[in-house]
């Protein structure tokens, strides 16, 4: 789901939390974050390639339609990518983000988990289509210079003793501006606007994987005595660094990606 708004995945409001203050607990904390949101994307990626995989042919025989590019689409691919139920998939991520963002206080910790897990498993489905525009190469590379990216930012959001929240409102605004800029587009079908926004995108998405790892470090000093709401902060923590991953490598892949 291109340029999600994952503001709606915001857990909470943390203050700034003593500069330089690092205890097992917090590293623990973090740890279990990162593992949620590496797990969300590997499982991303098995169900996008799957898809892929199940709903395309390179047999002509068994071909139902053919894309302008040359792929084979299946009886089963052509009812999904060649009809309105592809919006439908497109849009599911976002229901599980929604439902995460307003009722994650009164969900148990394992319907926490469970809906992180079913919100990575449809943005699979949903990031299939990059299989349908783009060489395997290309987004291989994307992906692995999209995890240096990500890894040199968090790692910056995690150490710096910089109050990073000022950045908040800011970096809030620039996502409501691309979804708006973005829904313009569909209609307007602009290269131009496109390749902006694209790069736009990653500047935001990039921001934000900085800011959202102070907030989450910062946040776990205000759960810290609470292992429900902890366990409830590293999840959603996860989901707000998992979609900064996807919006900013889906930002790459359409700047730098080789098309089919």
Sequence with gaps: MAELDKRYGRFGVATRAEPGVMDEGLRSYMLGVYNYMAAGIVLTGIVAFLMFSM???????????????????????????????????????????????????????????????????????SLSTIFLRYTGQSITQIFFVTAAMFAALSLYGYTTKKDLSGWGTFLFMGVVGLILASLVNIWLQSPSLYFALSAICVLVFAGLTAYDTQQIKDNYYQIADDSTMLAKGAVMGALNLYLDFINMFQGLLALFGSRE
């Design 55 to 125: 709903l395309t042919t390179t047999d002509p025989s068994l071909a139902a339609a053919k894309l302008r590019n040359g792929v084979l689409l299946t009886e089963a691919g052509k009812a999904v990518y060649a009809s309105p139920l592809m919006w439908v998939i497109v849009l599911a991520p976002l229901a599980f983000v929604l439902l995460l963002s307003f009722r994650v206080y009164s969900m148990s910790v394992g319907a926490t988990q469970l809906a992180f897990w079913a919100c990575a498993a449809v943005m699979g489905a």
